[in-house]
């Protein structure tokens, strides 16, 4: 059985809920004025049916604005490539005593050591490129030289990459190689 309180409690919060539906101000619908549709001037039709009307907006101006182009500075590639390290210049000067040698395993190792340790040095794969190419492995001395090319910081380490490539492109009889590395060697 329903308690007596329960049930009058029940009652009055359903009359107040009623009571608050009543009171709640009514919203009048607004009434909105006719937007004013700019006239056409004109329509213009396209090919596929398409009819363009252009409007007359007196509030569009077209103005020609200047274009301002900021002027940059020729900056000269400089990267920190980790030559200042001394285990590299130590290794370099290994790479160059064994190179000079004809010790070609020698200088190789050396070579890779000092590109672990500066991977965007220039002289590293060039030394590489060379050896490749002592060693008859043509087509991995060009792909050094390349890569070299890469970091390569001046007109003369340029054309020794491409003195490089020139070479393997002869061994391997690569015409395009040939031409290509002479172009670029006239062009420096």
């Known amino acids: ?3 007596r309180y329960t049930k009058y409690a029940v009652s009055l919060a359903v009359i107040l809920a009623l009571v608050g539906c009543q009171t709640t101000p009514q919203q009048k619908a607004k009434t909105s004025k006719p937007v004013e549709k700019p006239k056409a001037t004109h329509t213009v039709p396209t090919p596929d049916g398409v009819k363009i009307t252009p409007y007359d907006h007196p509030e569009i101006k077209r103005e020609k604005v200047p274009v301002v182009i900021p002027q940059q500075k020729a ?10 390290i001394p ?10 005593l064994a190179f000079q040698k004809g010790q070609w395993d020698a200088a190789e190792r050396s070579a890779l050591q000092a590109q672990r340790l500066a991977p965007q040095s220039a002289e590293t ?3 590489l490129a060379r050896i490749a190419n002592q060693k008859k492995q043509y087509a991995n001395a060009e792909s050094l030289a390349r890569r070299g090319l890469a970091f390569a910081q001046g007109s003369t380490q340029k054309k020794m ?5 020139l070479q393997s492109g002869q061994q391997l009889k690569n015409q395009q190689t040939v031409a290509e ?8």
């Not at 285990?87 to 000067?93: D, E, M, T």
């Not at 590395?181 to 420096?188: F, V």
Request: aromatic share 12%; proline share 0%; charged share 15%.
């Open 181 to 188: 590395a002479l172009r670029q060697l006239q062009s420096l």
């Open 75 to 84: 900056k000269s590639q400089k990267l920190d490539d980790g030559q200042s």
């Open 1 to 3: 059985m329903i308690n």
């Open 87 to 96: 285990a590299y210049k130590n290794l370099i000067q290994q790479t160059q």
């Open 125 to 127: 794969f060039l030394y």
């Open 161 to 165: 990459f491409w003195n490089v490539i």
